[in-house]
């Protein structure tokens, strides 16, 4: 892993703003995600100052990801129909210039979801999150893993990450105990959260819709991804501060993430 040296790339400071920004905004964010977590994805939207609406039908997805501010595009529960609609929104969104994230959730052995998550990264997103197997079975290297769960490290997929930048146009994060974010050129770790985030349904699902909230505060998609893992690792550890196991972790995390103002993000973010 890189150094604990501050990152040269992104600074607190610029992380402070983006969330600013992102309040004052309140930015409309499209999300295509899966059945088991909608509910949880749009409350942390919600509590972050976005606002979410989870337009997935085909004949409106396309037309509502061009007046969107963003879009999330989740393959956790790809049936035909939402596929269809992903497609619609996908050439929306790049009509329109609408910034999107891409989470290929558990793909390698699942050959639909796979298949599906490669055309779509062919597509043009904004960002591709997801956890090390998942990024690795997209960059053609692994199979995956088991499941959503990742069976390798941020460091294995490190390379992958690079060159999956380099090859889709995206910026990639790679979640793990420190989350990866890359460029393709630049690399920046972000430090900290809490595991109970694995331990709650939707905790990663959630971190994409935060990606494409983030990605409506500025021309740079490196610097709204850094500010999204940040803000997310922050309100993750305070909420387990107080948490007595998964089940009173998950609403003191949406408290968390409304309550965190800018001036905390920039003092408590750990980036390298």
Same mark, same amino acid.
């Given at each position: 892993?890189?150094?604990?040296?501050?990152?040269?790339?992104?600074?607190?400071?610029?992380?402070?703003?983006?969330?600013?920004?992102?309040?004052?905004?309140?930015?409309?964010?499209?999300?295509?995600?899966?059945?088991?977590?909608?509910?949880?994805?749009?409350?942390?939207?919600?509590?972050?100052?976005?606002?979410?609406?989870?337009?997935?039908?085909?004949?409106?997805?396309?037309?509502?990801?061009?007046?969107?501010?963003?879009?999330?595009?989740?393959?956790?529960?790809?049936?035909? $129909?939402?596929?269809?609609?992903?497609?619609? #929104?996908?050439?929306?969104?790049?009509?329109?210039?609408?910034?999107?994230?891409?989470?290929?959730?558990?793909?390698?052995?699942?050959?639909?979801?796979?298949?599906?998550?490669?055309?779509?990264?062919?597509?043009?997103?904004?960002?591709?999150?997801?956890?090390?197997?998942?990024?690795?079975?997209?960059?053609?290297?692994?199979?995956?893993?088991?499941?959503?769960?990742?069976?390798?490290?941020?460091?294995?997929?490190?390379?992958?990450?690079?060159?999956?930048?380099?090859?889709?146009?995206?910026?990639?994060?790679?979640?793990? $105990?420190?989350?990866?974010?890359?460029?393709?050129?630049?690399?920046?770790?972000?430090?900290?959260?809490?595991?109970?985030?694995?331990?709650?349904?939707?905790?990663?699902?959630?971190?994409?819709?935060?990606?494409?909230?983030?990605?409506?505060?500025?021309?740079?998609?490196?610097?709204?991804?850094?500010?999204?893992? #940040?803000?997310?690792?922050?309100?993750?550890?305070?909420?387990? $501060?107080?948490?007595?196991?998964?089940?009173?972790?998950?609403?003191?995390?949406?408290?968390?993430?409304?309550?965190?103002?800018?001036?905390?993000?920039?003092?408590?973010?750990?980036?390298?």
């Amino acid at each position: 892993m890189e150094s604990m040296a501050p990152s040269r790339f992104v600074t607190p400071g610029e992380l402070a703003d983006a969330l600013g920004a992102l309040r004052a905004s309140s930015p409309l964010v499209q999300c295509l995600t899966n059945t088991v977590v909608t509910n949880f994805t749009a409350n942390v939207l919600l509590a972050v100052g976005g606002s979410p609406a989870m337009v997935d039908v085909p004949g409106e997805a396309g037309d509502f990801a061009a007046v969107a501010a963003s879009l999330l595009v989740n393959l956790g529960t790809p049936n035909t $129909e939402q596929a269809a609609a992903m497609r619609e #929104a996908v050439t929306g969104a790049g009509a329109a210039s609408t910034p999107w994230v891409l989470d290929p959730v558990a793909i390698g052995s699942l050959r639909v979801r796979t298949a599906l998550a490669r055309e779509l990264a062919a597509a043009g997103p904004s960002v591709i999150r997801g956890n090390a197997s998942e990024i690795l079975a997209l960059a053609g290297v692994s199979g995956g893993g088991r499941g959503v769960e990742s069976t390798d490290s941020v460091a294995a997929a490190a390379d992958a990450a690079r060159e999956l930048a380099r090859s889709s146009g995206a910026v990639v994060a790679v979640s793990g $105990e420190a989350d990866l974010v890359t460029d393709g050129v630049r690399i920046v770790y972000v430090h900290g959260g809490s595991a109970l985030l694995t331990r709650i349904t939707g905790g990663g699902c959630a971190l994409g819709a935060v990606c494409a909230a983030f990605l409506s505060t500025g021309p740079d998609p490196l610097v709204a991804t850094v500010a999204a893992h #940040a803000f997310y690792s922050a309100a993750a550890e305070r909420a387990a $501060e107080h948490a007595a196991g998964p089940g009173t972790f998950a609403p003191l995390f949406l408290d968390a993430l409304a309550a965190i103002s800018p001036a905390e993000l920039r003092a408590a973010a750990v980036l390298s």
